[in-house]
């Protein structure tokens, strides 16, 4: 089969969505990823509340946020899809590397303000300069994050489509 990139990504993002089960899986990692990621400050600032949150958030970061758990979510549904349909177990390392590393591209899109972003750097290390320098490029991180996620899915249509076979 030749590769053409968008025929080959939408026909392989298509594919999951023929049966009610991944539809299911989809929405649910959606809701799941979403109060996730909006609950990440929560956990990380202390004397954070639900409600503080809530209020904090502006339009721009629900859009983020909805974007990044929608990319996430259709990232573990092809997942999930191309493994059942090759009924192996092969290619689990890569999947739970991708996984993850999505998840980290999340956590790290969704993570735009300093009060936000300094607890979560400090548990790796990262010094308030380090904060300083995400928070003005944030754009720019975010950016990387969605293209990074845009790329796994790819790959993952192309499983799908059994262009890859790797």
Sequence with gaps: MKDIPLITTWNGIKAPFRNT????????????MFVLFTL???FTVAGNTIATQIDIFTLRDYLVVALLSGLYSLFITMQVYAMRQRKDIGGV????????GTLFAGVAGTA?????????FAIFG???????????????????????MLIAIYLTARKIQKVCNI
């Design 21 to 32: 089960k991944y539809i299911v899986l989809f929405l649910l990692a959606f809701v799941v």
């Design 40 to 42: 990440i400050p929560v």
């Design 93 to 100: 390392g890569t999947t739970v590397g991708g996984g993850l």
């Design 112 to 120: 735009f303000c300093a009060s936000c972003l300094a607890p979560l």
């Design 126 to 148: 990262v010094g308030f300069g380090g904060v300083i320098f995400v928070l003005q490029y944030r754009f720019y991180f975010v950016t990387g994050i969605v293209i990074l």
